[in-house]
């Protein structure tokens, strides 16, 4: 621990340095240079005390998100200059050694830094710094309706032109602002559809986080065709250092019954089948089942009153679960519907042409429409927020899916 430590002393040091050093080469201006010292020396001191706060028997709250948030602020501007300002390093020991082997002469072996890099890497910083401030003023609840048409051979004729909608991931412990909860809530009564799916993480660890928004989600509409749940792997309460074995199981019963008290049907490892008209659908929900995070979910369980030919819709929280086991699973899933990932809540996307995230160096399947064997799956980037309160570039998502009779198209 106290290696670790020190590696990371050296770690802040080097960037301090370095950023220091690009202020001082634009400006010379006494007072601005003082300034910047006590407002990074003032953001250092909040953020290693308010960790050395963090409880794991409480877990995240109001003030985590906010310390977190301050330190990608700090954080990641600050990398960018370093950067920057390391590379022009390099190239200033590249020529203070020509020209020592060339023999020629000067006050130093190293050149001045130049005042137009240093004027690149402060705009290069501003990108993620205004970024970032956007993220977790207005990013955050610029909630965003994606959506999609998928294709069926087999899709039963009754369900031609069927709509559902997905949301995944609230995290409602992190929310902070009714007015906008409420617009999104009523975003999706507007959709109109005939079935409401909901992928788990209804909280951040603590039942009691819900509690002061059941009423808001009790205004989602009826639905015609029900509203269904599963569990995500926040949803265990296995962030939290609880009292007792009993504490913990309490607070899962607790969880379990918010999707009751919301008038969602929660399913675990269970499956149920929907009529329209003389036709039906099954819909499927597992346990979170996760590469990296936990493996309660049973399709075999879930699905064992359910033919491979029948039609079905699997709910499964994380999106790995499709990629190992049910893409190939001989039950033969046309779709499921995942979230979890949030897309890091940071990247980039132009819808149709361009995506990237950190989330896709750990899951294949990360955000959106993916098919492989002619079954698709969908990674909802997630309605709330965790750990960084904002996001940038990867916006909380209402799905809307239509089913269609036809060929698959993907």
């Known amino acids: ?41 003032a953001a250092i001191l909040f953020i290693a005390y308010e960790f050395t706060k963090f409880d794991r028997s409480v877990g995240q709250t109001k003030m985590s998100l906010i310390t977190l948030g301050l330190l ?22 590249m020529m203070g050694t020509v020209n020592h082997f060339m023999g020629h002469n000067s006050d130093s072996f190293l050149p001045h830094r130049r005042k137009f890099v240093s004027q ?20 955050k609840y610029n909630f965003k309706v994606v959506r999609q048409t998928l294709f069926f051979p087999d899709l039963p004729d009754a369900f031609e032109g069927f709509k559902l909608t997905q949301i995944s991931d609230i995290h409602s412990g992190s929310f902070d602002d009714e007015e906008k909860i ?21 909280v951040n660890a603590r039942a009691d986080e819900m509690h002061p928004w059941i009423d808001t989600f009790n205004g989602l509409r009826k639905f015609e065709h029900g509203k269904y749940s599963v569990l995500g ?41 929907i009529k ?17 995070f936990g493996s309660n979910g049973d399709i075999d ?45 940071f990247g980039i996307e132009i819808p149709g042409y361009f995506k990237w995230s950190l989330a896709q160096y750990m899951y294949k399947q990360w955000a ?16 709330g927020f965790h750990a960084y309160p904002g996001r940038v570039g990867i916006m909380p998502e209402i799905t809307v899916f239509e089913l269609k009779k036809g060929n698959i198209v993907a």
């Open 368 to 383: 959106g429409l993916y098919n492989e064997f002619g079954r698709y799956v969908y990674v909802n980037r997630g309605f």
């Open 301 to 345: 369980k879930a699905s064992e009153n359910i033919s491979p030919t029948d039609f079905k819709i699997l709910m499964s929280h994380d999106p790995s679960h499709w990629e190992y086991i049910v893409k190939r699973h001989p039950k033969n899933v046309q779709l499921t519907l995942s979230g979890h990932t949030h897309g890091m809540q």
């Open 276 to 292: 329209k008209g003389e036709d039906e659908i099954a819909i499927i929900g597992v346990e979170n089942w996760g590469k990296h």
């Open 120 to 139: 690149v890497a402060l705009g290069l910083a501003a990108v993620p710094f205004l970024s970032l401030i956007y993220g977790m003023t207005v990013g």
């Open 233 to 273: 792997n926040h949803d265990y309460g296995a962030y939290l250092d609880w009292k007792s074995e009993e504490a913990k199981a309490a607070n899962f019963e607790a969880i379990k019954d918010l999707h009751r008290q919301m008038d969602f049907k929660l399913l675990q490892n269970e499956s149920i089948k």
């Open 182 to 202: 409420q617009y999104a809530i009523d975003l999706i009564n507007e959709q109109e559809s005939d079935l409401l799916l909901f992928t788990g993480d209804i």
């Open 72 to 93: 990608l602020l700090v954080l990641l501007p600050k990398l960018v200059l370093t950067f920057v300002m390391l590379m022009e390093d390099v190239l200033r020991l």
């Open 1 to 41: 621990m106290g290696f670790r430590l020190l590696i990371l002393f050296v770690i802040v040091a080097i960037v301090e340095v370095y950023a220091f050093q690009a202020i001082k080469t634009v400006t010379k201006s006494k007072w601005i240079i003082i300034a910047y010292i006590v407002v990074s020396l």
